[in-house]
């Protein structure tokens, strides 16, 4: 429930309710969830989080935007809100005094006119003291002259922010770490307002862990060029700002988490305007953030990688931002997982760019790999032992499709959650097997492991269509491990002996002498990853 804040002189006004609302987006999950009532919501169990909202003066349309605000955090019962309006432009802030010390949380919706020092000394304490503050879009543009809340917020924007106010922060690709950029200039800048994707780098933090790795945005401001004391801060995630859009060319930090003696912030600068605000990854990072900020922890359920995912930006009306947080039951699940997984749906992640081979390194043995016209060929070597061409990247919970196409004599299979047993030496782990009809396609290998087939069971023989690409899809969560040779269910096995995590092989088996040479030809290699 929303109520004003009603302690003279304060200045208050009611929050305007929406029509009624309904749910304005389509996901295509995983898991499907049935509709649950705010009753069976995980955050309706728990007591409202007590949240005061600072609006009154803005560059923004706070008017429009503070509702919104409000019902996100209120969906499913996760928050109630007070508001606190302060007066207009260059009025009298001595009047603006709320109590911060009786909420779990403050969330400014303000960029205006300093409040008074004795309201700055109550909120430096408050913080201090352990409380928590969320800041939203335009609320790090504010009050550039207040020591105090530039190291809350860590980084800001414009107002006359420059080299002064403390470093640049960016993400640089090369070097896979951040920089302090401490040349010259001023801060704060944004590109047009697009579309944009969101890349966590702290997957471990409580805001982030049950996040996707990436997800989109809706069309927003991208912030860029922030600059501050950067102190005990930790970026979260990042964004590109794509210079086609006008953007600065580097990767600018999005969300953060900042500690100010013993109270936590939280900082977004996604949420220019309704519109931002209606997006999915606005409103579940909004949600998570507040709650760690409140209190330390987050409670809210992990967000499927179909809900948020990293090729099309989802968005929903606010009153319904608990949805996306419903959980499928177990039943709901088991049934999903005798499906095989649908190659069309979201939060596919290509791992091979068509072109050449970055993102991949060659271990062991001597045959070749090539690529050409979007295929990845892999060449036998007569006396090569067993050769791998392997992902950089490594998969724990993950669906993975490909299409393969092996000359018929010729032995090959994907490796997965594989690893070397030391720097450059034997890969050994599950393969899934590839082989000309009849032969053993799709069952599971345990490649110099000593084990042997992992599938004993090996009744099909002919799923594996010869001379032509075959559509492999395989799916490895927990000891689980289930795979498809053109819509033939081949494997399923429950492997506890295997690493829970490790990278992706493609193999070229080795060859005897008068043999060969072979080819295996691999195409549209794709991961999705499951929380």
């Known amino acids: 429930m929303t109520t004003a804040l009603m302690r003279p002189p304060l200045y208050t006004r009611p929050v305007t309710s929406f029509l009624p609302l309904f749910l304005a987006f389509c996901v295509t999950a995983i898991f499907w969830a049935p509709a649950a009532s705010a009753a069976d919501s995980p955050t309706a ?38 508001i606190a309006t302060t007066p207009g432009k260059r009025g009298d802030m001595s009047t603006f005094s709320p109590d911060f010390a009786e909420y779990d949380v403050v969330v400014s919706n303000y960029n205006g006119d300093l409040w008074s020092g004795e309201t700055q000394r109550a909120f430096e304490a408050y913080m201090k003291n352990g409380g928590g503050f969320v800041s939203v879009h335009a609320a790090d543009n504010s009050f550039p002259a207040w020591e105090a809340y530039n190291r809350m917020i860590g980084i800001g924007g414009w107002g006359g922010r420059n080299e002064k106010d403390g470093p640049y922060v960016r993400w640089k690709e090369d070097l896979q770490q951040f920089t302090r950029d401490t040349s010259k200039g001023s801060g704060g800048t944004h590109g047009r307002r697009v579309p944009f994707e969101i890349v966590v780098r702290n997957p471990d933090h409580p805001i982030t862990k049950g996040l996707p790795r990436s997800f989109m945005q809706v069309a927003d401001e991208l912030y860029g060029r922030l600059r501050g004391p950067a102190e005990n801060m930790d970026v979260l995630a990042t964004a590109y700002s794509d210079p086609s859009t006008r953007g600065t060319g580097e990767h600018e930090p999005i969300l953060m988490a900042i500690q100010f003696g013993k109270g936590r912030v939280f900082h977004s600068t996604l949420g220019h305007d309704v519109n931002a605000m209606k997006g999915l990854a606005f409103q579940t990072t909004l949600r998570r953030g507040t709650e760690w900020a409140a209190t330390g922890k987050v409670d809210l359920p992990a967000i499927d990688n179909n809900v948020l995912t990293s090729t099309e930006a989802a968005a929903g009306e606010p ?135 992992i599938t004993k069971e090996q009744p099909i023989k002919d799923a594996y269509q010869n001379g032509k690409f075959n559509r492999y899809r395989v ?29 992706i092989g493609l193999q070229v088996h080795g060859i005897g002498k008068n043999k ?12 999705r990853p499951i929380q």
């Open 319 to 453: 009153a319904d931002a608990a949805d996306a947080e419903q959980q499928p039951s177990e039943a709901d699940k088991a049934a999903t997982l005798n499906q095989p997984p649908k190659i069309d749906g979201d939060g596919w992640q290509s791992i091979f760019n068509g072109e050449s081979l970055e993102g991949w390194t060659q271990k062991n043995g001597t045959a070749s790999y090539r690529v050409e016209d979007g295929i990845i060929i892999g060449k036998t070597a007569v006396g090569s032992p067993n050769s791998f061409l392997c992902s950089d990247e490594s998969y724990e919970n993950f669906e993975l499709t490909f299409e393969v196409n092996v000359d018929e004599g010729l032995n090959s299979g994907v490796q997965i959650r594989s690893k070397t047993r030391d720097e450059g030496g034997r890969v050994y782990g599950p393969q899934v097997e590839i082989e000309s009809a009849p032969g053993e396609s799709g069952y599971i290998y345990g490649e110099a492991t000593g084990r042997g087939w």
């Open 45 to 82: 169990t728990a007591a409202p989080l007590k949240v005061l909202l600072i609006d009154g003066q803005n560059n923004h349309k706070w008017k429009e935007t503070t509702p919104v605000i409000v019902e996100t955090l209120e969906s499913g019962g996760f928050a109630d809100v007070t």
């Open 516 to 527: 060969g040479p072979y080819e295996v030809r691999w195409r549209d290699i794709r991961v």
């Open 475 to 503: 799916r490895a969560i927990g000891d689980r491990i289930q795979t498809w040779v053109n819509d033939t269910k081949i494997s399923d096995i429950v492997d506890p002996e295997s690493s829970g995590s490790g990278f």
